[in-house]
């Protein structure tokens, strides 16, 4: 608040400390939290879109390590059941909020899912082989392809 007196046919501004104290704090208060917002979740979203793809990578490939590590996962892509491959893969997408979808192929042909996005897609592939005991199937390529959701 601002008052004008009158001292000596000058006029002189006094200024209502206060008030001008408040205003004072209120900048600095927006000040301070715009600085937290650049500061603290700017440098984190870059930092995740920077190694976004190299944390896709590493996900997709601790997928293909457990499908060849477990042994009804494993004799399901030798029997090319894609159900159940597919539904495991994408619900372990999930976990790290991310589509995608598995396909099964010969190891001389190019494994090509369907209806993918026309976004940037992640892709890992690994061959499956059989066990010793069970030398009749031949082995296969599964590829799991993965893409963000935002």
Same mark, same amino acid.
């Given at each position: 608040m601002v008052e004008i007196l009158e001292m000596d046919q000058?006029? +002189?501004?006094? +200024?209502?400390?206060?008030?001008?104290?408040?205003? #004072?704090e209120a900048a600095i208060a927006i000040i301070? +939290? #715009? %600085?937290?917002? /650049?500061?603290?979740?700017?440098?984190?979203?870059?930092r995740k879109s920077e190694s976004q793809q190299e944390e896709i990578y590493k996900f997709e490939l601790s997928i293909l390590e457990e499908i060849s590590e477990t042994p009804s996962l494993r004799e399901a892509v030798l029997n090319e059941d894609t159900t159940t491959i597919d539904s495991y893969v994408k619900a372990k997408l999930q976990e790290k909020n991310l589509q995608g979808a598995?396909? +099964?192929?010969?190891? =001389?042909?190019?494994?090509?899912? *369907? =209806? %993918?996005?026309? *976004?940037?897609? /992640?892709?890992?592939?690994?061959?499956i082989s059989t066990t010793l005991e069970a030398q009749s199937l031949q082995p296969k390529r599964i590829a799991i392809y993965a893409w963000t959701t935002f």
């Open positions: 000058t006029k +002189i501004w006094r +200024i209502d400390k206060k008030g001008f104290v408040r205003i #004072l301070i +939290i #715009l %600085l937290f917002i /650049y500061f603290i979740t700017v440098p984190t979203f870059i598995a396909s +099964i192929c010969e190891i =001389n042909e190019v494994c090509i899912a *369907q =209806n %993918l996005p026309t *976004q940037d897609i /992640y892709v890992k592939e690994t061959i």
